[in-house]
Each structure stands twice: as C-alpha cells, then as structure tokens.
C-alpha cells in the first residue's frame, strides 16, 4: 500500500504568526518561535504556508515561557483580526451579515486552516458547530483555548457585540486555573469533551454587520474564490480536504465510501468522483488506501492520547466490533490496544 502523508496540514502561517508578533510585542526575541513554526522573519516563497498543530502547541508553550503567562492561548485568541486570516478574513469581515460570512466560511474555510474542519448545524434556535479533526491534533489546552478564543474574538470583532455563546466545548483538560478563560467566554465550559464546539443563538445570524462594505466584500471575495480555485488544483490540497470528510465520517460512526461523499467533496474541490479517483491513481493513492491510513491514525492517536474506553475508539473509526479494531491494531503494530496504549 502507498503512504498516505498528511502533508500540508496544519494552520496558515498568517494565522500562526500572531504567537510570535505577540512575544514580539513584549520586547522578547521572537525569532525563536518563528524557527519552532519553521517560518522565516518576513513572508516568502520559501515560508511553507501551514504551521502543523503540533507545532503550534510547542510555540505556544515556548511564548508562555518566555512571556511567563499561563494564559498564553487566551491572551493571544484575543488579539485575532481580519489580517491575521488573509483574504477570507476581510472577506468576511465586509460580509452583509453574520449568515453571509458564515455560508462563506464554510464553503472557503481551509484557506485558514486543513487541519480542522469545523461544521455548523443550525439546532431549532440554536446553532451547534462541531470541530472534526484530521491528523496529529494533541489534547493540547493551550492549543485549543487559543483556537476557540479566536472564534469567539473574532465575532465579537466583526459584530461590534460582546457575543456569549451558550456553551462551549474543548477536548482538553482545564488549565490550572480557569476562571480568566470562564470570564472571558461568559458561559459554561467543558473540559474533556469528545469535540471542540460551541453552541450559540440561532438569531446571530440575523445580526447586522457594521463593517459592511459591498464593494471591499466582492473584491475579496473574488481573491479568496481565486485562492480557494488554485489551492484545490494542489494534489496535497486535494488529499487533505480528503482526510478532513473521511475523518468526520469515521467519527459519524460510519465507513466513508467516496460516491456518498461526492456533493461534499465536489463544493469543496470542484472535483467530481471519477476526477478525484484519476487524480489519486495518477499519484499512486487510492480512496481505500486513504481510509485505512486515517482509521489508523485516529485510532493509534486515540489509544496514545486519551483515556477513551476501547469499545468508543472502535466506534469513532467506525468499527461496528470492537474485535475488529483490535485485529486491525494488531496488524499495524503487532501489538494489542492495551499493549498500544501502555506503551
């Protein structure tokens, strides 16, 4: 079987770099984050444009170092902007309303990061937005409090509204102390949840945005669309897009199978099936071989990573048996999950 690598995955390096102009911003040598990020000091051709998550945890560990701030995610989530978010942050930014910006960020919103892909559902009054993950994403908390702090941030950015959500979930544990996390949020929090997401009012969507700007809005709109074109004709960009539906369809519970995946994957790349099955035969890939390596790595990185029972790892890669799963761990490792998860 062909490796499946997981390459350019991660967050985009304008996103990232908001670690380092923040340690920057206390008169603290930032070029030690950068080189933690693999980024260079001014943006080129030679900057790979994805910081992987891991990486972004070891940043973020480094500027609560060197800035002495157990808060490191909080305090920098804050500080998110449109700028930090490329051409879709003032994409959305200049959006009509919330509903406008958020149809457009879910269409566009792997220009901003491959490595999560964040789902809304909107519940009765209430919208429920789940973060699916595909890769290596540690139960980091500093990891994640930066990355919801940033959503919460930015909305309130964009409304001019100090907005609460109801309900907010993160896959991690609590920091030592909470309560600055808690106040800045404004509502209950759970640690240790299976999925990042949030659950906030329906009626956000009717609010007005009083950063409207139609004709800034068309402009970017249109550069992000051209920048979404061309990432999608990128054969590592295809198999990333890839990774994230075949990862929420595992986590579903159910076996992913490319032809029901096909109205998702052709919004998101363009691509029909039959083109994406060329694309992936002319680089020595398969579907197939896809699915097993994502079912692999979710599942190696759930017996490592977290203390979920085996019978639910079995059912978040979807295995309808639990014997199942431990043949199949046994086969890519030649040990037992027990043995896995010890070890």
Known sequence: M?????????????????????????????RSILGVMGLSEMEN???????????????????ATLCADPHIGLSIGQQVRPANLGSLGYTLISAADLQTGLAMFERLQSLICTQMHIEHRIKGNFIDSQLVCSGDVP????????????????GRWVTGRHLVPLQLRLPCPPPLDAAPLRAYIGCDITFDAEHAGERVPA????????????????????????????????????????RGHITTSLQKGSLP????????LEADLGLSARQIQRRLSENGLSFKDMVEAVRREQVLHDLRHSLLPLADIAKRAAYTETSSMNRAVRRWTGLTPTAVRQG
């Open 2 to 30: 062909t490796p499946v690598h997981a390459a350019n995955l991660g967050f985009n390096a304008s996103f990232a770099r908001l670690i380092a102009d923040h340690v920057r911003a206390q008169d603290l040598d930032h």
């Open 45 to 63: 051709d030679s900057s790979p444009p994805w910081v992987p998550a891991r990486q972004l945890c070891d940043a973020l560990r480094l500027a």
């Open 139 to 154: 139960s980091d908390t500093n990891l994640w409090v930066f990355t919801m702090v940033a959503r919460v941030a930015f």
């Open 203 to 242: 009626n956000w969507l009717q609010l007005p945005n009083p950063h409207a700007d139609a004709k800034l809005h068309t402009l970017m709109s249109a550069v992000s669309d051209q920048q979404w074109a061309k990432q999608g004709q990128d054969q590592t960009h295809m198999v990333s897009v890839l």
């Open 257 to 264: 199978l490319l032809d029901k995946l096909a109205p998702d």
